[in-house]
């Protein structure tokens, strides 16, 4: 793969990261402030973190396939 791919693919996958730290963020901030207990915040946490791991993956692989295929 050429390297300008892996420079768009490693710059998209930088920012989706962003979005999901951001997600994380207000999910917290809201969670917190509804007065959840500090085990329901990590597991909601831990469970949104591998929602988006998963999507960011996917999305991923397919901006990858997509520049390989229009390359």
């Known amino acids: 793969m050429s390297d300008r791919i892996e420079r768009i693919v490693a710059t ?3 920012m989706l990261a962003v979005l999901a730290w951001r997600e994380r963020q207000k999910a917290r ?17 831990r469970t949104l973190d591998a ?4 999507r960011i993956a ?6 990858r396939l997509d520049l390989v295929a229009w390359r």
């Open 12 to 14: 998209a996958a930088f």
């Open 29 to 45: 901030d809201l969670l917190a402030s509804q007065g959840a207990t500090a085990e329901e915040l990590a597991r909601e946490l």
């Open 51 to 54: 929602e988006n791991s998963a």
């Open 58 to 63: 996917e999305a991923i692989e397919a901006l």
